[in-house]
């Protein structure tokens, strides 16, 4: 009982500390709040000097293929961006997820696998502003590495590097796009990686998404095709919305999410 009141205590003082920076900041911080998520593309630009960034949500979606239903939840996805320094930030990503395996037409899954995924830590770092068509560009260096031990562990660390662009066409309209690669086994072939994303602004607090993104190596090609909205309620609070559908056959068939983004200040 002692300690249920101490992890009570605590956790109202953190609640307090972090709601109270949302609204201090909502009135001192001009800066704009831009997100990685929902959609897959990495922004090319970076979080304010030394401001920390949350954007945490949840996902679904389900893969069915001829012999086997695979169905994930990803609870808990949480990506912290910290601006060390102008242009630069630190970035520290994790996730909780499940994922159950059914096997042809049985009632219960034959596999269950859930816990934390790899913890990402990387860095974004801005290169370039936007001059008329030259876009404007950010690269991002990550690796995954298994901090905490679960069913989704592993024996590597998986580096990977990102080019962010993006052209702001208008008040209104924008487009950004993402070249990387993935190391994800030292013995197989590097993993590419691609999206690209159009985004518009249907008021000055709401904004919709449409993007295609996937992966391909020598043996697999997943495409899939999404789209949300976020709602800005606060200049540093964000909710939002998302899902998509597969193209290719070894994507998945949907997945949907839904998340909350904050920003609060020095």
Do not use: C
Request: no cysteine.
């Amino acid at each position: 009982m002692i300690m249920i009141g101490i992890k009570a205590k605590f956790s109202v003082v953190f609640l307090t500390f972090v709601f109270a920076g949302i609204f201090a900041q909502s009135e001192n911080e001009p800066a704009d709040l831009v997100t990685d998520r929902p959609d897959q593309t990495e922004s090319s630009i970076s979080v304010p000097h030394k401001s920390l960034q949350i954007e945490t949500g949840f996902s679904y979606s389900l893969n069915e293929q001829p012999l086997t239903t695979e169905k994930s939840t990803s609870l808990g996805s949480t990506l912290l961006r910290y601006g060390i320094l102008k242009g630069v930030e630190l970035r520290l990503g994790m996730d909780y997820s499940s994922v159950e395996t059914y096997i042809l037409d049985l009632p219960l899954p034959s596999v269950f696998q859930r816990g934390v995924s790899p913890t990402m830590l990387g860095a974004k770092i801005n290169i370039s502003e936007q001059q008329g068509w030259i876009p404007e560009m950010a690269l991002l260096a990550h690796i995954q590495t298994s901090i905490f031990a679960s069913d989704f562990s592993a024996d590597y660390a998986v580096p990977q590097m990102i080019l962010a662009a993006s052209h702001t066409i208008s008040s209104r309209f924008s487009l950004g796009y993402n070249l990387g690669i993935e190391w994800a086994d030292n013995d197989a072939p590097p993993t590419k990686l691609y999206a690209f994303v159009a985004g518009i602004g249907l008021t000055d607090r709401i904004s919709m998404y449409l993007e295609t993104f996937g992966s391909f190596d020598n043996v697999d090609f997943m495409s899939m095709i999404d789209g949300g909205f976020t709602i800005l309620i606060l200049p540093n609070l964000q909710f939002d919305i998302s899902g998509g559908f597969g193209v290719t056959a070894s994507s998945p068939d949907f997945f949907i999410g839904s998340g909350i983004s904050f920003r609060i200040p020095q």
